[in-house]
């Protein structure tokens, strides 16, 4: 649907400045902040993660510096995060700033390495208090990282800020490490509330930088449809190409 946005005839009451800690790089939206853990979440040399550390699961995939898909080479650093003992009962909360989006197909990546006989469940919530279930991730080769992508399926009415990793598993050859989490970008939903409304078009205009003029910091990544490095006039016919209006 194609809309022509005028305006003058709304008045935008305040524009939200989106946060600036909404890691989108290089078209993917990974997770911002690790909400809440259980006691026992290390990374791969046996520290335990503590808030200076959380950020072993933030941002991209940064385990495998020379990208040979085996996270134990000497070179590469250990900015990993998963379960310290044997026991089941272990977790993760991610958040994201911008919500994720149940598109067509599958929604959220989760990139990792563990044990051949590893299980954990994974679940999403819009509001970090009611959680449903997506799915299972399960064993692999231990140090080969992998990616488990999974579907929301139609399960939330609106986008995706918190997913869950449950460890179920228990005993040897279970264990798990995280490298990120990610998922699509909605673009030109630059404060994240899951709709493209008259306050993403402000910050659109805020944004706006012509052809070639650059993306002026984090908070204005969502606005750069064509992912070419400007929010220029293709970026803004794409707006209001997908301009939704007010969804809650
Ligand atoms: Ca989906
Ligand atoms: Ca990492
Ligand atoms: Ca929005
Ligand atoms: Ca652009």
Redesign the pocket.
Known sequence: MRITLIVGVVTVTAVTAPSASAEIIDGANWADEVVEYSANIQNYDGFLMDEDMEWWLLKEPDCDVNENGYAWDPVDQDTVAGWRTTDAGEYVVMYWEHGLLDRSGDDLSIILYGGPFADAEVSASVDGVVYRLIGTIGGGTPGYLREETLDFAGLFDTCVHYVQVLRVASGPQTGMFFDAFGGDVYWGDFDGDCDIDLYDFASLQVCFSGDGGGIWGRACAPG?????????G??WASFADEFTGPVQ
């Open positions: 750069d449809f064509d992912r070419d490095d400007d929010i220029d293709d970026d």
